[in-house]
T-cell receptor, first 112, second 117 residues
Framework: AQSVTQPDIHITVSEGASLELRCNYS??????LFWYVQSPGQGLQLLLK??????LVQGIKGFEAEFKRSQSSFNLRKPSVHWSDAAEYFC??????????FGTGTRLKVLA | SAVISQKPSRDICQRGTSLTIQCQVD?????MFWYRQQPGQSLTLIAT?????????ESGFVIDKFPISRPNLTFSTLTVSNMSPEDSSIYLC??????????????FGPGTRLTVL
């Protein structure tokens, strides 16, 4: 069965430091992969998505993610974190339908 | 893009009662989706709300517990019936920017935070 794993429940980084949030997927073929961010009291907002082609995907707010088939990973990165990036981040996948499989989320805390 | 609003934003309810959550979209969409986000858990799809037909429920979710209405192309309601503390969750509705393909962006409402005592 398809699954998405986010190994880190909480991550704390200092403002200005780099960030990497991990995501591993389990699916036989190449899935469609997404990263969403959820700020307190807000709905989920799409940061970026990968369907095919270039394995390094650029998103909004300075985020990028790299698809690595050999590692079944789709990690989210940002070179310099801002205090406003504090939120919960969800990785999701689908085989191509509207049924998304979400990870359990990673809560990011940013220290001033 | 799609702008989605939900009412109420949060509620505290007593065991055994029911709560109806409203979802309003600023554009007409064929399909609307209801998710549950339990504390410390991932989002789980409850059902797909189709205008003009019965909702389609995912495994583990039944119509008697989560009845859904879809009276028009911009509105849907989800009722959580005969609530128990295990129903304490955030409930979110979502739509796709167009069609239901994964190629299209999925937009989410702000969620309804439900606490059952």
């Amino acid at each position: 069965a398809q699954s998405v794993t986010q190994p880190d429940i909480h991550i704390t980084v200092s403002e200005g430091a780099s960030l990497e949030l991990r995501c591993n997927y389990s699916y036989g073929a190449t899935p469609y992969l997404f990263w969403y961010v959820q700020s307190p009291g807000q709905g989920l907002q799409l940061l970026l998505k990968y369907f095919s082609g270039d394995t390094l995907v650029q998103g909004i707010k300075g985020f990028e993610a790299e698809f690595k088939r050999s590692q079944s990973s789709f990690n989210l990165r940002k070179p310099s974190v801002h205090w406003s990036d504090a939120a919960e981040y969800f990785c999701a996948s689908t085989s191509g339908t509207y049924k998304y499989i979400f990870g359990t989320g990673t809560r990011l805390k940013v220290l001033a | 893009s799609a702008v989605i609003s939900q009412k109420p934003s949060r509620d505290i309810c007593q065991r055994g009662t029911s709560l109806t959550i409203q979802c309003q979209v600023d554009s007409q969409v064929t399909m609307m989706f209801w998710y549950r986000q339990q504390p410390g858990q991932s989002l789980t799809l409850i059902a797909t709300a189709n205008q003009g037909s019965e909702a389609t429920y995912e495994s583990g979710f039944v119509i008697d517990k989560f009845p859904i209405s879809r009276p028009n192309l911009t509105f849907s309601t989800l009722t959580v019936s005969n609530m128990s503390p295990e129903d304490s969750s955030i409930y979110l509705c979502s739509v796709f920017s167009s069609g239901r393909s994964a190629y299209n962006e999925q937009f989410f409402g702000p969620g309804t935070r439900l606490t059952v005592l």
